[in-house]
């Protein structure tokens, strides 16, 4: 497919927000692919004997590598039917790695479909503890509960409704991974340069506010919070964030501790100022690391 043209609304914005042309070179270029290693399934020594690829560690996740060398079909080998590995862009994996589930855990995730990160919570609770995996679209509701068997996430239920009709939980822990506009993800989907408009985002953002006030709800004191999107746009990243913070005393944001190169959060957009707490979220460019670009927040929920 012919890469769209950038509309000169989008080029403007992006150029406020970082350098446009290093941002649009990244974004076209096509990444090196990633998996993740399924330890419900394999240990990771096994998987590489196994695979006999050319693999390199994905510096912020021990189970993640980067697949350094042309393969085709990864999908189709019997090692992904037995769910030995998880196809998964390496900026997806950092979510789960600052929420850091523990066996034993009380676990949502909010926006679970098609299941790249409720299988990795899976993987990090071995199994023990629960998790509800909800979505509100029927048939990547199928690609989740099919992943969740081939991967032998067994410790799962998973619901099918609006996050925000769910109510009266208190959970340990919670990831919010949001639909949004994905301005992150351009190599993988060019046609977002097309379709992306500003009312859809403000549309999105008012989703995102409703997704992380219903989590927060259910989020028991002491509790932590994950709030992750891949776009860029900050009505949908800070501004989900700082709304949270005006609207909830006891909700901290809390510093990322991991291995990469991010970009500072942006702590004004328009005529929009944002609440000081959002200086803590990590914003990553896809020209930071040559991944996905993502947006990741840690909330705590004071005692
Ligand atoms: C970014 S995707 C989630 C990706 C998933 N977490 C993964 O890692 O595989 C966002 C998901 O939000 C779901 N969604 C959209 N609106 C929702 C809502 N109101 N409540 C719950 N989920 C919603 C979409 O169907 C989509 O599957």
Known sequence: MKTPEFKQKFIDRYSDLTDFEEFKKYSLKMQTKSLRVNTLKVSIPEFKERMNLKLKQVPWCKEGFFIDEEVFGIGNRPEHGLGYFYVQEASSMIPIEVL????????????????????QIGAKMKNEGYIIANDT??????????NLQRCGVRNVITTLMQGRFIRGFEFDKILVDAPCSGTGTLSKSP??????????VRRLAGIQRQLIKTAFENLKAGGELVYSTCTLEPEE??????????????????KIDIDLKRSSAVTSFGKKEYNPGVKNCLRIW???NGTDGFFITKIKKDL
């Open 100 to 119: 850091n589930p523990k066996p034993g855990d009380f676990v949502l995730d909010m926006a679970a479909a098609p299941g790249s990160k409720t299988t």
């Open 137 to 146: 679209d029927y048939t990547r509701m199928s690609s989740l509960n099919a």
């Open 191 to 200: 046609r977002t340069i097309k379709t992306w408009n500003p009312f859809s």
């Open 237 to 254: 990243d800070e501004g989900v964030i700082s709304y949270l913070l005006d609207n909830f005393s006891d909700a901290k944001v809390s």
């Open 286 to 288: 896809p020209q930071d």
